[in-house]
């Protein structure tokens, strides 16, 4: 009985972490007790969690408990220490069928600590005591414990294998070293071990970075999915809105439209009907008449002859005029008015080229009256939509499948309509054509302030769009000669507003001379050859870094091709060199 009061003692006073006597012990708020060092090892573990549990019972604790010696618990500790308690190894300190046991332990072993490479045996801390303690064994080498040691014993001249043969790639013994292995290359095993280690941590090291590279790319991609994702739901969410208010605005307008139209046939109605009446009256009074009149053609000759004088002149003072009415036309304009409204709207619709909100606004203007102006207004906001959803859709297409274009026909099918931003117009420029041409003049426009336009003597400008997928556009070009001409050119949109086009590298440049072509990226010049033509073909393959430049005359000739990297969407640009030079984008079919 006392014996198994001593084990429920041992039990009540051990660390369940590390299974052995506690040291310094704690006692957690949820009534556990751990050894201070095991309980702040585990905590230190779970710091990036911020918040802290207890291993037994998994109670957490917010913020980190302060921890303090329970003294009597410690005073326990050390009475039954007293008692031989703590000399008696715990369970855990026995070998078990995965552990290297002791080999001079009698009856239950005990795990070894060390194993002798000498004596070719494993020893527990109590018997390898002598190893440290006596002169005989100190030379002996201590290894980690093993069930292996007869591995490392050369099997033909039973001696301890320490060398390694480089030339033969294996450990041997300093026997085989004299023997079979003589003029070989050889080194300690420990030697090779330790420069092998090396290697294996610089292998280690290359493919830990590449884990982390790889983690990060993958990282960035579950961003780019989120981002896609929330950009989606944003601009379905604000479709619907847009969609919502239009459909509301135009059954507004119809309403609007019925009520006048039948307060409008309400008053033509009673005008009619007035008409009506009066002319009701006048066919009665004239029927009455001319009963008169008939009735006095039956008449002898002196009674008819004084009657008639008599009959007339009573006609003229009571002849009333009749009032002509014109056919009414007011319905068939306000008809024309809603056919044109609708036209405009399926135009609209169908091309994708408009910007809703501002649609609406207009199409409230036109269902308010034929005002000549609001068809004009509504084709300014048509011309200025900046999405063509059916060619979105084809470039998505173009790229899942498809092979490099060839002929201008295949070229053209990934044709791009593009204009000018002229938030970005260097002040000498003049865009016109509904900013699809651009023209350098000595005269600076008063432009609004804006970041992105082009500055100092930088007289270039960029496009509305921006461009990725697969695209194609041409632009025509007229340069004078001795230093003028355009730039034909792509960048980013952070592109330098204080550089020209193909001085850094943001942008890539290809200079149109009515002598001949140059091409420059990040301030790197290329001569390229090709006889002039008015008119160069642009081909962008986004994802494949394709961007090339033909001379467009009848057919197509390559003229410069660059194979890089894109990595932000990009912008067509424009550029003149000299005052008088202009350029514009084709509308290519």
């Keep these: 009985m006392a014996q198994r009061g001593n084990q429920l003692d041992s039990d009540t006073i051990s660390c369940s972490i590390c299974l052995d006597l506690l040291k310094d012990p704690v006692t ?54 007293k008692t031989g308690l703590g000399a008696a190894p715990a369970d855990h300190c026995y070998a078990g ?5 002791c080999d001079v332990c009698t009856g239950r072993k ?47 001249h039973d001696e301890v294998m320490k060398i390694f043969c480089r030339t033969d790639r294996q450990i041997i013994c300093y026997l085989c070293l004299m023997e079979e292995h003589k003029d070989h290359d050889t080194v300690s095993a420990a030697a090779e071990r330790t420069e092998k280690q090396k290697k294996l941590e610089g292998s280690r090291g290359n493919l830990q970075q590449r884990i982390k590279k790889q983690e990060k790319e993958e990282l960035l991609l579950q961003q780019e999915v989120e981002a896609i994702n929330a950009s989606t739901d944003e601009a379905v969410e604000h479709s619907e809105e847009i969609f919502t208010q239009l459909i509301r605005l135009l059954q507004e307008r119809k309403g609007d439209v019925k009520q006048k139209v039948r307060s409008q046939q309400e008053t033509q109605v009673s005008r009619v009907r007035e008409l009506q009446e009066k002319l009701q009256q006048e066919v009665t009074e004239l029927k009455r008449k001319d009963g008169e009149l008939e009735k006095l053609s039956h008449t002898e000759d002196h009674e008819f002859l004084q009657s008639f004088f008599s009959l007339s002149a009573l006609g003229e003072s009571t002849h009333s005029s009749s009032s002509n009415t014109r056919p009414l036309t007011y319905f068939k304009e ?19 080229r408009t910007n809703i909100s501002e649609t609406v606004s207009e199409v409230d203007v036109l269902l308010s009256g034929p005002e000549p102006k609001t068809r004009d ?38 044709s791009r309509e593009i204009t000018l931003d002229p938030n970005t117009a260097n002040e000498n420029l003049l865009l016109s054509e509904w900013n699809r041409k651009v023209m350098s003049v000595n005269q600076e426009h ?33 340069g004078r000669g001795g230093g003028g001409g355009v730039s034909v050119a792509v960048a980013y949109k952070n592109t330098s507003r204080e550089e020209w086009f193909g001085l850094n590298n943001k942008s890539w440049s ?62 067509a640009g424009l550029g003149t060199l000299s005052y008088g030079d202009n350029a514009k984008f084709i509308k290519v079919k």
């Design 446 to 478: 008063s432009y609004s302030d804006d970041p992105d336009r082009f500055t100092r003597w930088c007289f270039q400008v960029l496009s509305r769009e921006s461009l990725t997928g697969r695209c194609y556009w041409e632009v025509e070009w007229r």
């Design 334 to 352: 306000v008809t024309a008015a809603v056919s044109q409204t609708r036209d405009l709207l399926q135009d609209a619709l169908r091309d994708g």
């Design 510 to 571: 290809l200079c149109c001379y009515p002598e001949g072509y140059i091409f420059y990226y990040n301030k790197v010049r290329t001569e390229v050859s090709g006889p002039p033509s008015s008119r160069v073909g642009v081909y962008l393959d986004h994802p494949a870094g394709v961007l090339s430049f033909y001379r467009v005359s009848g057919t197509m000739t390559l003229l410069h091709s660059v194979q890089t990297s894109f990595t932000q969407p990009l912008h």
């Design 97 to 101: 069928p995965e552990d290297v046991a």
């Design 28 to 81: 957690l708020s949820c009534g556990h007790s751990y050894c201070m060092k095991c309980i702040k090892d585990h905590w230190d573990e779970e710091d990036r969690k911020r918040v802290y549990s207890c291993p037994q019972c998994r109670k957490t604790f917010t913020p980190r408990p302060v921890l303090e010696k329970n003294t009597v618990l410690a005073e326990l500790v050390e009475e039954l220490k």
């Design 377 to 414: 207004l509504l084709q300014d906001a048509l011309r200025d939509g900046r999405t063509n959803i059916s060619k979105t859709v084809s470039e998505v297409d173009v790229l899942l499948s498809g092979p490099e274009p060839k002929t201008r026909a295949e070229f053209l099918r990934y």
């Design 110 to 156: 005990l795990k070894a600590t060390k194993s002798c490479l000498v004596c070719r045996a494993s020893y527990c801390e109590k018997h390898l005591q002598p190893h440290y303690d006596a002169a005989t064994f100190k030379k002996h080498k201590l290894v980690n414990p093993s069930k292996k040691l007869q591995e490392n014993i050369c099997s033909r």
